[in-house]
């Protein structure tokens, strides 16, 4: 009898309500079925359960056991609103597709802005098991029962991910500008419209639809995914269209810039220079990059006057403004050395000729000019490699930001990227075009004198590397480059002995060695360049007759101090920890590992 009173009691009041009567009854519901004088089934019996499941807050139980109820959608907007931070695990999702699916089967009718709510997180739910088109006609339905409900930019966030998922990109780019639109002034900033601008993105590159990936990795803020794209994956004529559509973007502006560099497209890279600096005020960046565009090209002529060889019209001429550096008019000796210059080496041999002159002042000019002419290939192309070797340390500062360049070396990225990667690297980032100029230089003409600087300069580049992926801690790469570094040290000791910087060689080689193999090398500077400066560095470190003795060494306090300026970019102080490493080794002979402890003085 009391079962069948409470019942008519909640039956006669709407659920939720604060009707004192309604609640006493429901208390007493709740203590007979604790108690055990009632049974779900009484309750079901008595057409209450639902209620019953409601109020007590078993959502889950009521869409199991009343699918029909009305209270079954209110259950299902309760228990995923329950779950909105869980949506996006997969296990939690699928659990709640089955009951809502039987929920939405059975219950055709609702207020819209509900229902609709309960279709855009069963949207969710759909996309994190990985159900793109049923979480699609989802979240269409929700935008269609209530398209201006507060929930409605996750329902678009949701549709545009379906899309991207389906293959859909153009709708994916609708949804993605609805959600710019709902959001309004709040687009700026938004990690939503961020996140889906950037997953589109990742579609668009692999569908091949380079230009339409930069433009959302910058829309969406991600600069380490636009510059790999702008670097790696558009060619220069996507560069040209993004910088006509976007002056303003300096960023990619500096991409084309050194793109243009690498084509030899010299008066374009010029105006991108010009560009990109009037745009950020910056005449400092204009002139600096104009006069490094000038040095580059200047050296890579230098480069193609020496394959090309002496025009003899050109080579009499050349002797001819040789003897005109000495005449009485100053004028003509400006405009003589300075059409020398523009000749360049064609025009080595008469220089050469000329400085072995008896008038002082041509002996003076001529020699000025061999400091800027290189007399043949092998010091055209060592120049060539300097100047990009000054690009890379000057303009690019390193990998900074290249986070794909990054997990490339670090071998954390597909085969088909790091083909691209490392094609990019070789053609445009100055530190690898330099590497390989000088490598080249050393192997074509080994006889040369220039051949020993370029070996011992692929060592250094390959330091600055090193520097630079240590900074950045992409440990595997740090290796590779020390590897390296000791490769082209220890082969500057074999192929140039007699070279001035051969025990340089093998002494940055013992840096990148380890217990005897290290203690070895720094034997044989001293036993074989004993007068050298090195070698006398050498033997105030230690005793070789016993290894490498701390006692004997010098104090590492005392031993050097380092002053680090107000302002520099932290890259630019990696070189007093490589040599804090070397004292180490050079002291303990253990490794560096790392810093635990700076105390500043003064």
């Known amino acids: 009898e009391g079962m069948d009173a409470a019942a008519i009691v909640l039956r006669s009041q709407p659920a939720g309500g604060d009707i004192p009567f309604t609640a006493v009854a429901m208390r007493r519901i709740e203590r007979w079925v604790k108690d055990g004088l009632a049974s779900l089934v009484d309750l079901e019996k008595a057409g209450i359960l639902d209620r019953y499941l409601l109020e007590t807050g078993q959502t889950a139980e009521l869409m199991r056991r009343c699918p029909e109820s009305p209270f079954a959608l209110r259950a299902l907007v309760t228990e995923l609103n329950r779950a909105e931070e869980r949506l996006d695990d997969e296990e939690e999702a699928a659990s709640l597709i089955e009951p809502a699916s039987r929920v939405f089967e059975r219950l055709r009718g609702g207020d819209p802005p509900v229902v609709g709510f309960a279709h855009a997180q069963l949207a969710r739910a759909r996309l994190a098991v990985g159900k793109a088109d049923g979480a699609r006609k989802d979240a269409e339905e929700a935008l269609r029962l209530a398209p201006n409900a507060s929930w409605s930019t996750r329902a678009w966030d949701t549709r545009g991910r379906a899309d991207i998922a389906l293959g859909r990109l153009e709708d994916a780019k609708a949804a993605s500008k609805a959600i710019e639109e709902k959001l309004g002034e709040f687009a700026v900033g938004s990690d939503l419209l961020s996140a889906i601008r950037s997953e589109l993105a990742v579609a668009l590159e692999r569908s091949g639809d380079r230009l339409g990936a930069l433009r959302l990795y910058r829309d969406a803020d991600y600069w380490a995914d636009a510059k790999y794209v702008a670097e790696v994956i558009c060619t220069t ?329 107000v302002d520099v970019r932290a890259d630019e102080t990696g070189t007093t920890l490589r040599d804090l490493a070397a004292d180490v080794r050079a002291a303990f002979n253990v490794g560096f590992v790392s810093i635990n402890q700076v105390v500043l003085r003064g």
């Open 237 to 565: 004529e996507d560069l040209v269209a993004f910088q006509r559509e976007r002056p303003a973007d300096t960023e990619i502006g500096r991409v084309l810039w050194r793109r243009l560099l690498a084509e030899g497209e010299w008066d374009e890279a010029r105006g991108i220079a010009r560009a990109i600096g009037e745009d950020c005020n910056d005449e400092d960046s204009i002139d600096g990059r104009i006069e490094l565009t000038d040095r580059l090209e200047q050296a890579w002529r230098q480069v193609e006057m020496c394959r090309e060889g002496a025009d003899p019209a050109i080579a009499e001429e050349a002797a001819r403004r040789v003897r005109e550096l000495g005449a009485d008019d100053w004028e003509v000796r400006e405009a003589a050395q300075q059409r020398l210059l523009e000749i360049g080496a064609p025009a080595a041999r008469a220089i050469q000729e000329g400085a072995k002159l008896r008038d002082a002042e041509t002996r003076e000019r001529c020699a000025q000019l061999l400091e800027r002419i290189p007399a043949d290939p092998a010091v055209a192309a060592y120049r060539w490699a300097t100047t990009w070797f000054e690009l890379g340390q000057d303009i690019e500062g390193g990998w900074a930001g290249d986070v794909k360049l990054l997990r490339y070396a670090a071998n954390e990225v597909s085969q088909e990227e790091g083909k691209a990667v490392e094609a990019f690297l070789e053609r445009e980032h100055g530190f690898f075009r330099a590497r390989r100029i000088y490598r080249d230089v050393a192997d074509r003409w080994p006889d040369d004198p220039t051949a020993a600087k370029a070996l011992y300069m692929v060592g250094v580049v390959n330091l600055r590397l090193y520097d630079v992926a240590g900074l950045y801690g992409v440990v595997g790469t740090t290796d590779d480059f020390a590897a390296r570094a000791r490769e082209a040290f220890l082969g500057l000791a074999k192929r140039f002995p007699n070279s001035s910087l051969a025990d340089d060689g093998l002494l940055w080689a013992s840096y990148f060695s380890k217990g005897e193999d290290a203690a070895l090398l720094r034997k044989r500077i001293v036993d074989e360049y004993p007068e050298g400066d090195v070698a006398q560095v050498v033997l105030a470190g230690g005793d070789w007759e016993s290894g490498l003795d701390a006692d004997r060494g010098v104090p590492l306090a005392s031993k050097r101090q380092a002053v680090f300026p």
